[in-house]
């Protein structure tokens, strides 16, 4: 079963307006998640690194202020695109280590901003 | 910097043909190479992975050898099934087998099998 989730899978909103989308880990503590952007047929962008109890690392070229991250316990990361405009409409993916061998991934969420 | 480059899709087999997906990449270090499933609605999931030169990843049938000489890591299939119908993504990670460490992906390669 999933050991990674998000909320919602898919959010229609209007320009200028703010949107959360929820990564939640299942059945583990997650004390760092990663934050992907997936355009259509090109490949899932890393956005930022979340850490629970610290400041989330952002990839060069991303938006800190357009794209909040906040890590607000061990099985939950956050990521609110502030101020939508029709271009931050996309398909966003988390996910987070288990142990050392692999990541585990959210099912992703499909923003259309209007 | 690190760069995955994988074949561009769809692609359309008949059941019980022989499948290959091409990844080639470019690391800055000693890249851990996997390859990630996508099912439709579904999260993406480990296929296998492989962290130094001449490993083999396998699981579920399908096989990929880390070629360090060619910088590829091609997914190999013999018999395809319908429910093998997803999107794969090659992806490589530097600095670690990938459990805490930042992934770099190809663009994915929809897989599509008919029977």
């Known amino acids: 079963g999933a050991v990674v989730s998000q909320h919602p899978s898919r959010v229609i909103c209007k320009s200028g307006t703010s949107v959360k989308i929820e990564c939640r880990s299942l059945?583990?503590?997650?004390?760092?998640m990663f934050w992907y952007r997936q355009f259509p047929k090109k490949s899932l962008m890393l956005m930022a690194t979340?850490?629970?109890?610290?400041?989330?690392?952002?990839e060069q070229g991303v938006e800190k202020d357009k794209f909040l991250i906040n890590h607000a316990s061990l099985t939950l990361s956050t990521l609110t695109v502030t101020s939508a405009h029709p271009e931050d409409s996309s398909f966003y993916i988390c996910?987070?280590?288990?142990?050392?061998?692999?990541?585990?991934f959210g099912p992703g969420t499909r923003l259309t901003v209007l | 910097g690190n760069s995955v480059t994988q074949m561009e899709g769809p692609v359309t087999l008949s059941e019980e043909a022989f499948l290959t997906i091409n990844c080639t990449y470019t690391?800055?270090?000693?890249?851990?190479l996997f390859w990630y499933v996508q099912y439709p609605g579904e999260g993406l999931q480990l296929l296998l992975k492989?962290?130094?030169?001449?490993d083999k990843g396998s699981n579920k049938g399908f096989e990929a050898t880390y070629r360090k000489e060619t910088t590829s890591f091609h997914l190999e299939k013999g018999s395809v099934q319908v429910s093998d119908s997803a999107v794969y993504f090659c992806?490589?990670?530097?600095?670690?087998?990938?459990?805490?460490?930042?992934?770099?992906f190809g663009t994915g390669t929809q897989l599509k099998v008919e029977l």
């Open positions: 996910s987070s280590p288990r142990g050392t061998d692999t990541q585990y």
């Open positions: 059945d583990f503590q997650a004390t760092t």
């Open positions: 979340s850490n629970e109890g610290s400041k989330a690392t952002y």
């Open positions: 690391a800055t270090g000693y890249p851990s």
């Open positions: 492989a962290t130094k030169a001449d």
């Open positions: 992806a490589l990670s530097v600095g670690g087998t990938g459990g805490g460490n930042k992934l770099t």
